[in-house]
C-alpha cells in the first residue's frame, strides 16, 4: 500500500502519542480520507446528473408561455 504522509503540529503530535493506545490514527485518517473521497465523488455525481436533466429539451407548443401568463393574470 502506497504511503502518504501530513504535518501536524506539535501539539497535535503530541495528543497523537498520548492517545495512541485508544486510537489507531492510521485506520482514523484512512477511514476519513475515503469517505471524504465518496462524498465529493457523489456531489461530482449529482451535478452530472444535474447538468444531464438541464440538457433535456422540454417543449411545450408555441405560444404556450403567453397563454399561461394570460390564464394566470385572468385568474385573480
Known amino acids: ?7 501536524v503540529s506539535r501539539e497535535v503530535k503530541e495528543k ?3 492517545y495512541k493506545d485508544r ?5 482514523e485518517i484512512r477511514g476519513f ?3 471524504r473521497i465518496r462524498q465529493i465523488e457523489a456531489e461530482e455525481n449529482i451535478e452530472k446528473a444535474m447538468v444531464h436533466l438541464l440538457r433535456l429539451e422540454v417543449s411545450a407548443p408555441k405560444g ?3 397563454e ?3 390564464q394566470d393574470r385572468d385568474s385573480h
Open 16 to 18: 497523537m502519542l498520548k
Open 23 to 27: 486510537v489507531n490514527w492510521a485506520q
Open 1 to 7: 500500500m502506497p504511503a502518504v504522509s501530513i504535518r
Open 68 to 70: 399561461y401568463l394570460r
Open 33 to 35: 480520507l475515503e469517505a
Open 64 to 66: 404556450s408561455s403567453a
